[in-house]
């Protein structure tokens, strides 16, 4: 069991993680680890989806 000091701290440091989300780009709350786990699976996926990533020979699909 947490004592209310150790809660109180862990809500300070939740209330800092939840205002500095803003500078990010995905937020995955681990409240189910399963859950979670999928949603940094998916993030992962759609990350090496995004077209600045993907190496595309544009030249090869001009029409002559």
């Known amino acids: ?26 937020i995955v709350v681990n409240d189910d680890v399963h859950a979670a786990a999928d949603k940094v699976r998916s993030i992962i996926t759609a990350e090496k989806c995004l077209l600045k990533r993907c190496k595309i020979d544009y030249e090869s699909y001009k029409e002559e």
């Open 1 to 26: 069991t947490e004592t209310k000091e150790d809660i109180l701290k862990r809500l300070h440091e939740a209330y800092k993680e939840v205002c500095s989300s803003r500078h990010y780009d995905y």
